[in-house]
């Protein structure tokens, strides 16, 4: 802090009027010098008077006074708003232009030490301090949002900054590509001061990339969906023709190739349209990808990853009974009245056994056409109800390896309890009981079913199962009595038993399983060991309900099948999306109560190039946040368990860049643009970085104010003076 002395002018006297009087004491000694031109008589002892007189009014009018003070001056601030999106991440002649970026930042400190500089980043959302360390390198943002930075910078409460500089390779997401000045004029409004910009990057690199996929519309399962892909080409990589093509990442095998086309590149662009098929509804991960010529520099932007939610316009079940039970006839019917519903349905009247000499189409209503169902169709079902039914005697022996397939792979696999059932039916031992939730017995002397009436008991996980809460809205507690049950042996590991035997217990000690759930590889299945589920209905528990209980079973059965929401026990999002290399979050939100409940996330990539990844986390909420850590390029499938029930899965894809990455170009002629529009400069930052500082800001700590000359003082020398020089003119002969 410093003292200073020095004059000013009364601070009761606004400025215009000392601008004023100052030009009218100019113009008085203007006219007084033409005045004595005219006359040779006593010129100068007249032009003295007359200037000293215009002097002492002149200061009668400002009354000078004496300002002594101990001030000191504050830098001006400035904000610096550096880029920390992840195009910022890109490679730029062997460094990265973030790092570019922060050598631009520290030469910019030390070329203004006058100011105060308050680095900020702007990325995706408003502008954010970046303290010490904290912001170098950093480049992970989806967007480069400025005219939000800039907008939140002029709404922040803190001191209104003098000036901002921004520092950024150009690959803006706002102001866009091709904005005119009066649209960057309008976003430096926002702001009100000058806006000087540096771009970190001069060179476009030798890139061929995937700029953007997108679908028109929601994704349905089992109809043709068109992907419009847009590439690029730029840096003067030779490129006429790209091969593009769409492939599914799936968890049990190599991608599946969905569709391919050729792109005929016009000024560095194509636009592809390719149409894919998804067979299965749920999250879809789709593999966008180039095959990029010699030269190309950066290849994590020749594939992008789409996640696809595949829909379903109606539910496709293939429904194949042994016999026409009641058992039969309430299920066929209960799947023809829902609307949502697509069926196809056979029913097997006679078998071999029963006429050796029968023609095998006698033996159903229609046809059975195993062959065509079980080799060309069957993907195409969303799921199979398999109801009292012996494989043996229609030839399905043979498709139970495709079959089991078409489960772990995504499909949905009921099996209903009868007297042509699981070991009474021979699947013990085949590929089908490997995707059932529960084992079978396939020894000789193995018992296929118990005939005596019971009442299946719930299980604690089924009496909170989500799948069964319309049926327990309906009847409670309570159970009709059933006729008898197939022999079902122990739960395979991740399965869930919902009902049990009253009395029966497994080779293992436990309550046999009556209904039991699992996920089988990307598919579902059901084990429903009894025939009687129609008494849902008709029997005095149906009519107490109105005959709703049955329908309601099959509703959250069917329904957790195909993955409804409904019947799920938890959602999951990734919040941010995920960026290769950087933490992972898993947001879980469940309708159960989730304090201090575990949950259990088993990750795996769909590729299988990653080995199975298990975190364990205790939630404290309704929602809870499982850390996944860092990971590399993409598709995942991670499958949470929440407590002891049921597990839910969700699928994401994990890009290095996204859009970000897409579009490698620098544009240093829009940050230009921007700073002409702003009233600020423009460099480069690998060039002289001099950006104009403002004037600091000085601050008085202590202020004395002592007049000249007492006003009266200054009126009478006034009067004085201008008397004398008066009596001068007229002794000179001037009026």
Same mark, same amino acid.
């Given at each position: 802090?410093?003292?200073?002395?020095r004059?000013?002018?009364?601070?009761?006297?606004?400025?215009?009027?000392?601008?004023?009087?100052?030009?009218?004491? =100019?113009?008085?000694?203007?006219?007084?010098?033409?005045?004595?031109?005219?006359?040779?008589?006593?010129?100068?002892?007249?032009?003295?008077t007359?200037?000293?007189?215009?002097?002492?009014?002149?200061?009668?009018?400002?009354?000078?006074?004496?300002?002594?003070?101990?001030?000191?001056?504050?830098?001006?601030?400035?904000?610096?708003?550096?880029?920390?999106?992840?195009?910022?991440?890109?490679?730029?002649?062997?460094?990265?232009?973030?790092?570019?970026?922060?050598?631009?930042?520290?030469?910019?400190?030390?070329?203004s030490?006058?100011?105060?500089?308050?680095?900020?980043?702007?990325?995706?959302?408003?502008?954010?301090?970046l303290a010490?360390?904290?912001?170098?390198?950093?480049?992970?943002?989806?967007?480069?949002?400025?005219?939000?930075?800039?907008?939140s910078?002029?709404?922040?409460?803190?001191?209104?900054?003098?000036a901002?500089?921004?520092?950024?390779?150009?690959?803006?997401?706002?102001?866009?590509?091709?904005?005119?000045?009066?649209?960057?004029?309008?976003?430096?409004?926002?702001?009100?001061?000058?806006?000087?910009?540096?771009?970190?990057?001069?060179?476009?690199?030798?890139?061929?990339?995937?700029?953007?996929?997108?679908?028109?519309?929601?994704?349905?399962?089992?109809v043709?969906?068109?992907?419009?892909?847009?590439?690029?080409?730029?840096?003067?990589?030779?490129?006429?023709?790209?091969?593009?093509?769409?492939?599914?990442?799936?968890?049990?095998?190599?991608?599946a190739?969905?569709?391919?086309?050729?792109?005929?590149?016009?000024?560095?662009?194509?636009?592809?349209?390719?149409?894919?098929?998804?067979?299965?509804?749920?999250?879809?991960?789709?593999?966008?990808?180039?095959?990029?010529?010699?030269?190309?520099?950066?290849?994590?932007?020749?594939?992008?990853l789409?996640?696809?939610?595949?829909?379903?316009?109606?539910?496709?079940?293939?429904?194949?009974?042994?016999?026409?039970?009641?058992?039969?006839?309430?299920?066929?019917?209960?799947?023809?009245?829902d =609307?949502?519903?697509?069926?196809?349905?056979?029913?097997?009247?006679?078998?071999?056994?029963?006429?050796?000499?029968?023609?095998?189409?006698?033996?159903?209503?229609?046809?059975?056409?195993?062959?065509?169902?079980?080799?060309?169709?069957?993907?195409?079902?969303?799921?199979?109800?398999?109801?009292?039914?012996?494989?043996?005697?229609?030839?399905?022996?043979?498709?139970?390896?495709?079959?089991?397939?078409?489960?772990?792979?995504?499909?949905?696999?009921?099996?209903?309890?009868?007297?042509?059932?699981?070991?009474?039916?021979?699947?013990?031992?085949?590929?089908?009981?490997?995707?059932?939730?529960?084992?079978l017995?396939?020894?000789?002397?193995?018992?296929?079913?118990?005939?005596?009436?019971?009442?299946?008991?719930?299980?604690?996980?089924?009496?909170?199962?989500?799948?069964?809460?319309?049926?327990?809205?309906?009847?409670?507690?309570?159970?009709?009595?059933?006729?008898?049950?197939?022999?079902?042996?122990?739960?395979?590991?991740? =399965?869930?038993?919902?009902?049990?035997?009253?009395?029966?217990?497994?080779?293992?000690?436990?309550?046999?399983?009556?209904?039991?759930?699992?996920?089988?590889?990307?598919?579902?299945?059901?084990?429903?060991?009894?025939?009687?589920?129609?008494?849902?209905?008709?029997?005095?528990?149906?009519?107490?309900?109105?005959a709703?209980?049955?329908?309601?079973?099959?509703?959250?059965?069917?329904?957790?099948l195909?993955?409804?929401?409904?019947?799920?026990?938890?959602?999951?999002?990734?919040?941010?999306?995920?960026?290769?290399?950087?933490?992972?979050?898993?947001?879980?939100?469940?309708?159960?109560?989730?304090?201090?409940?575990?949950?259990?996330?088993?990750?795996?990539?769909?590729?299988?190039?990653?080995?199975?990844?298990?975190?364990?986390?205790?939630?404290?909420?309704?929602?809870?946040?499982?850390?996944?850590?860092?990971?590399?390029?993409?598709?995942?499938?991670?499958?949470?368990?929440?407590?002891?029930?049921?597990?839910?899965?969700?699928?994401?894809?994990?890009?290095?860049?996204?859009?970000?990455?897409?579009?490698?170009?620098?544009?240093?002629?829009?940050?230009?643009?921007?700073?002409?529009?702003?009233?600020?400069?423009?460099?480069f930052?690998?060039?002289?970085?001099?950006?104009?500082?403002?004037?600091?800001?000085?601050?008085?700590?202590?202020?004395?104010?002592?007049?000249?000359?007492?006003?009266?003082?200054?009126?009478?020398? =006034?009067?004085?003076?201008?008397?004398?020089?008066?009596?001068?003119?007229?002794?000179?002969?001037?009026?």
């Amino acid at each position: 802090m410093e003292l200073s002395r020095r004059l000013a002018v009364s601070g009761d006297l606004p400025p215009w009027c000392a601008a004023i009087a100052a030009i009218l004491g =100019a113009v008085s000694l203007i006219c007084l010098v033409v005045e004595l031109t005219r006359t040779r008589r006593g010129g100068a002892v007249v032009f003295g008077t007359g200037a000293l007189s215009i002097a002492i009014v002149l200061a009668a009018i400002l009354r000078p006074v004496r300002v002594s003070a101990r001030e000191s001056s504050v830098g001006a601030r400035v904000v610096v708003l550096a880029d920390v999106s992840r195009s910022m991440a890109l490679a730029d002649q062997g460094t990265t232009r973030a790092e570019v970026r922060d050598r631009a930042l520290a030469a910019l400190a030390g070329r203004s030490r006058d100011a105060r500089l308050a680095v900020l980043g702007f990325g995706d959302g408003p502008a954010r301090p970046l303290a010490g360390n904290e912001g170098r390198a950093r480049a992970g943002d989806p967007r480069s949002d400025l005219a939000f930075a800039l907008r939140s910078v002029a709404e922040s409460p803190d001191e209104r900054p003098k000036a901002i500089v921004v520092v950024s390779d150009g690959q803006l997401d706002d102001p866009p590509e091709g904005a005119s000045r009066p649209a960057l004029a309008a976003a430096a409004r926002t702001v009100g001061v000058p806006i000087h910009t540096i771009a970190t990057t001069r060179r476009t690199p030798k890139d061929a990339s995937v700029r953007r996929a997108s679908t028109a519309g929601a994704a349905v399962a089992h109809v043709p969906v068109p992907i419009r892909v847009e590439v690029a080409c730029g840096g003067g990589l030779d490129c006429d023709k790209l091969t593009v093509t769409a492939k599914e990442l799936r968890e049990d095998g190599p991608p599946a190739l969905l569709a391919s086309g050729i792109a005929d590149v016009t000024s560095g662009k194509a636009v592809v349209d390719l149409t894919v098929t998804m067979e299965r509804a749920g999250a879809r991960i789709v593999e966008i990808a180039i095959g990029a010529p010699q030269g190309d520099e950066i290849r994590e932007n020749d594939r992008r990853l789409l996640a696809l939610g595949v829909v379903r316009e109606r539910v496709r079940v293939l429904h194949v009974a042994g016999r026409a039970t009641q058992d039969v006839r309430a299920l066929r019917r209960w799947l023809k009245q829902d =609307a949502s519903v697509d069926l196809v349905a056979f029913f097997i009247l006679r078998t071999p056994a029963d006429n050796p000499q029968a023609d095998p189409d006698d033996l159903a209503l229609i046809r059975f056409p195993v062959d065509e169902l079980f080799d060309t169709h069957l993907p195409s079902f969303d799921a199979v109800v398999l109801q009292d039914f012996d494989a043996q005697p229609y030839g399905l022996v043979k498709h139970l390896p495709s079959l089991s397939r078409y489960v772990r792979h995504g499909g949905g696999l009921i099996m209903v309890g009868g007297p042509n059932s699981f070991v009474a039916g021979g699947y013990a031992g085949t590929p089908l009981a490997e995707v059932l939730p529960v084992e079978l017995d396939g020894s000789a002397n193995a018992e296929g079913a118990d005939v005596a009436p019971l009442v299946p008991a719930w299980t604690q996980e089924g009496a909170a199962a989500r799948l069964l809460g319309p049926l327990r809205g309906v009847v409670g507690d309570e159970l009709p009595e059933m006729p008898g049950a197939n022999v079902l042996g122990t739960a395979r590991a991740g =399965a869930l038993v919902l009902w049990t035997h009253p009395t029966r217990r497994t080779r293992a000690g436990t309550p046999m399983p009556v209904l039991a759930v699992g996920d089988q590889g990307d598919g579902r299945s059901i084990a429903l060991a009894v025939d009687g589920a129609w008494l849902l209905d008709f029997s005095p528990l149906g009519a107490r309900t109105a005959a709703r209980a049955h329908g309601a079973l099959w509703d959250g059965m069917l329904g957790w099948l195909m993955r409804d929401p409904r019947f799920e026990p938890a959602q999951v999002d990734v919040p941010g999306g995920c960026v290769a290399g950087e933490p992972v979050r898993l947001r879980v939100r469940s309708a159960l109560h989730l304090q201090n409940t575990r949950i259990t996330t088993a990750l795996t990539r769909l590729d299988a190039s990653m080995p199975r990844r298990s975190v364990e986390t205790t939630a404290s909420g309704e929602t809870a946040t499982v850390e996944l850590g860092s990971l590399d390029a993409g598709g995942y499938s991670a499958r949470l368990s929440i407590g002891e029930g049921l597990s839910t899965r969700h699928d994401f894809a994990c890009e290095a860049g996204g859009d970000e990455w897409a579009d490698s170009r620098p544009d240093g002629a829009r940050l230009r643009e921007l700073a002409a529009a702003a009233g600020g400069t423009f460099a480069f930052a690998d060039g002289p970085i001099d950006v104009p500082v403002p004037p600091p800001t000085v601050i008085n700590a202590e202020r004395h104010v002592t007049p000249a000359l007492p006003a009266w003082v200054w009126a009478f020398l =006034a009067a004085s003076t201008l008397g004398t020089h008066w009596l001068v003119r007229r002794r000179g002969g001037l009026a």
